[in-house]
C-alpha cells in the first residue's frame, strides 16, 4: 500500500505527540525485535521506532528492512526516530486505517 503525501502528513502529524515504543541499540535488528515492531503494527498501527547512539544501524537501512519485511509504510525519518504505519487486519485495533481511507 502507497501512502498518498496527505494521508502521510496526516500519520505525521498523529504520531508527533508519540514517544518511540522501540528502540535499536548495539545488538542492532534481529529477528526477536521484528517480530515485536510486527506486533505493535498489528496492535497500533501507528509507532515510533527510536535508534540509539551505540547503535551501528542507519535509519534508512532500518526503514528499507521495515518496509521489506514487515511490509510496512516509513511515514517520516528524523534524524535517529522513524514514523512507522501499517494498516491493522484486526477490525478492533483499526484506529488510524479508517481515518487514512478518508483522507
Known amino acids: 500500500m502507497k501512502l498518498r503525501g496527505k494521508q502521510k502528513r496526516f500519520l505525521r502529524s498523529e504520531a508527533h505527540h508519540?514517544?518511540?515504543m522501540v528502540q535499536i541499540g548495539k545488538n542492532g535488528i534481529s529477528e526477536t525485535l521484528l517480530d515485536q515492531v510486527d506486533e505493535l503494527l498489528e496492535r497500533?498501527?501507528?509507532?515510533k521506532v527510536n535508534l540509539l547512539?551505540?547503535?551501528d544501524e542507519e535509519a534508512t537501512e532500518v526503514a528499507g528492512i521495515f518496509e521489506e519485511?514487515?511490509?510496512c509504510e516509513v511515514v517520516q525519518i528524523i534524524g535517529r526516530i522513524l514514523?512507522?504505519?501499517?494498516a491493522s487486519s484486526k477490525e478492533k485495533f483499526q484506529k488510524y486505517s479508517k481515518q487514512v481511507q478518508s483522507v
Not at 497500533?44 to 509507532?47: G, P, S, T
Not at 514514523?83 to 501499517?86: E, F, G, H
Open 18 to 20: 508519540m514517544s518511540p
Open 53 to 55: 547512539q551505540n547503535t
Open 44 to 47: 497500533r498501527e501507528l509507532i
Open 83 to 86: 514514523v512507522v504505519y501499517r
Open 69 to 71: 519485511t514487515l511490509h
